[in-house]
């Protein structure tokens, strides 16, 4: 029944292009390539908006059942603000002229640079969809004692300036790491370092939850209320995933690059997991799968940055350094009494960083890269570039969003009162619950 | 034979464990509990529509001891619960007729110990 499907688009296609062929009009056929370059990130977009979807479901498994209802509000609004604020200026700081620091032109879209070979608006829709993603990674670093309104102001000062500031560095035609050959193909450090050293300084600021470290300072479980829909978030994110590396190129060209990069994005999260699952497994007698599926998520956004550069055996390896990393960043941060109920900061911070530094081990000249990497011969000035670029992206983005913490924390306050903190947010923050009608218990 | 019945904060559990377990208290049985007392409760709102909440939720503590348990049982669950705000909670003592080790069949003081 599908066969003919398979049989007759492509000659249907065949027969269009042709046709466009036959006119002997170039233009026409420009056009349809761009038609289908614009249909293509359009649909990578919408992938990478359904990762909202997925950071929620995440975010909620991983936390405590009185939370639930705030976490999914934080989501919920923080890609509203981010997509508002990154329409108004966000995109003309990021993709605007002005300097190798900042853009400073096209707000509100008006006049605005295009860099793509693609619809503006469909780019624009596209970096939004990314723009969102850097801001919701913070609110499972921050989970469950954050306050709404803070959360809210958060938001709209990372999507509107500090995010743009760090893709004007690295993806817009003047940035200075640009002009350095900074390699990041997908965002490991514009997207994820970004969000992942946000939450952490956001939770450095904010103190542990009441009850995860002991006396002793021990650190104590605070076990997640649904690994179902954590593992149910995994999946959409690895889903989405398929839309923020392949979109990433932005055209379809001959489908080399896009299929390439899509299998690096699948070997890199598969590495992760079973490394991570492999790592808990030996550390604490038990396959723990809440661990094995951040290690997927922490292979995914290792290869974000390489995903274009790199060969599939470099994938697998990069993702599986990714897994490993993260079961260690997890147990780092229980050691120095750092709270990150959902693992955001090894996972997208400590990995953003890793899968950057990794374009300069196994990147190559021959795919697209500035220079190839240090197993290819080129030495180590790629990755001297690369360990540039993540040290002052995340140095940046440290002190700016400190500053914003502490300066929320000062004005209106970025943590809830203890008696709404041990009663759950979703009663403090919003007056309602989320799972009405069941008993939770709230004794921890 | 005593059966102590305690309704605490949940999030107080914690503490009274650790309190219990100081004044050599081992055994015990927790479930959820919901009630209403002085604390009257709280209102939340489901798509702008007022819900009056009077039953807050409660953890409910069930502990079977012999008499001369039942004084260090009693002081220990108010070390452990007490904050001094209204909502802490309350204990109650009842007589408790028999009770029988399922395992053994022993019964009395010996079963509960």
Redesign the interface.
């Known amino acids: 029944m599908k066969g003919w499907k398979r049989a007759v688009l492509p000659a249907v296609m065949l027969c269009a292009l042709a046709g466009v062929a036959n006119a002997d009009d170039g233009e026409s056929l420009l056009a349809t390539v761009r038609g289908v370059d614009t249909l293509w990130v359009l649909v990578a977009a919408f992938l990478v908006f359904f990762m909202q979807a997925g950071f929620g479901m995440v975010e909620a498994g991983f936390i405590r059942a009185k939370n639930a209802c705030n976490i999914l509000t934080k989501n919920f609004l923080d890609y509203c603000v981010a997509s508002i604020m990154f329409f108004l200026v966000g995109y003309a700081f990021m993709f605007g002229t002005g300097g190798s620091f900042i853009g400073l032109s096209g707000f509100g879209m008006d006049g605005a640079a295009n860099p793509s070979g693609v619809s503006p608006f469909a780019f624009w829709l596209f970096q939004a969809a990314f723009c969102g993603a850097a801001a919701t990674i913070v609110a499972g670093g921050m989970a469950e004692r954050m306050k709404f309104h803070a959360y809210l102001l958060y938001t709209a000062v990372i999507s509107a300036v500090i995010y743009p500031i760090v893709g004007h560095w690295v993806w817009s035609g003047e940035g200075w790491l640009a002009g350095l050959g900074f390699g990041d193909f997908a965002g490991s450090t514009v997207v994820h370092a970004t969000g992942g050293w946000a939450a952490f300084v956001g939770t450095v600021v904010l103190g542990p939850r009441i009850g995860k470290f002991g006396a002793d300072g021990r650190a104590n479980a605070i076990p997640g209320h649904s690994i179902p829909l954590a593992a149910l978030g995994v999946f959409l994110l690895w889903f989405g995933w398929f839309g923020f590396n392949p979109g990433s190129t932005l055209s379809v060209g001959d489908g080399n690059v896009i299929g390439r990069v899509a299998m690096n994005t699948n070997l890199a999260a598969c590495a992760g997991a079973i490394l991570a699952m492999v790592t808990v497994w030996a550390l604490y007698g038990k396959p723990d799968l809440s661990m094995t599926m951040n290690g997927a998520l922490a292979g995914l956004v290792a290869i974000t940055a390489p995903c274009a550069f790199v060969s599939g055996a470099a994938a697998i390896a990069i993702g599986a350094v990714g897994g490993v990393v993260v079961v260690l960043g997890v147990a780092l941060l229980d050691r120095v009494g750092v709270d990150d109920p959902v693992g955001a900061v090894p996972v997208h911070g400590m990995n953003g960083v890793w899968g950057t530094l990794s374009v300069g081990i196994w990147g190559r000249q021959a795919l697209g890269l500035a220079r190839d990497g240090l197993l290819h011969g080129g030495g180590a000035a790629q990755l001297g570039v690369q360990a540039l670029g993540a040290v002052c992206v995340s140095l940046f983005v440290v002190a700016s969003m400190g500053l914003v913490f502490l300066t929320i924390r000062k004005t209106v306050g970025l943590r809830v009162s203890k008696a709404e903190e041990l009663r759950g947010l979703d009663i403090g923050e919003h007056g309602m619950e989320a799972y009405a009608g069941f008993q939770v218990f709230t004794t921890q | 034979m005593k059966l102590i019945i305690a309704y605490i904060q949940?999030?107080k559990?914690?503490d009274v464990k650790q309190e219990l377990y100081r004044a050599e208290v081992f055994k015990m049985s927790v479930t959820?509990a919901?009630g209403c007392g002085q604390q009257k409760g709280?209102?939340?709102?489901?798509r702008g529509v007022p819900i009056e909440v009077n039953l807050l939720?409660k953890?409910r503590l069930e502990i079977a001891v012999n008499e001369d348990f039942v004084q260090p049982t009693v002081d220990a669950i108010i070390a452990g619960a007490r904050t001094g705000q209204i909502g802490d909670g309350k204990i109650f003592i009842v007589e408790l007729a028999a009770c029988v080790r399922i395992r053994t069949g022993e019964s009395g003081s010996v079963a509960i110990g």
């Open positions: 949940p999030e559990l914690n959820n919901l709280y209102t939340e709102s489901y939720k953890v």
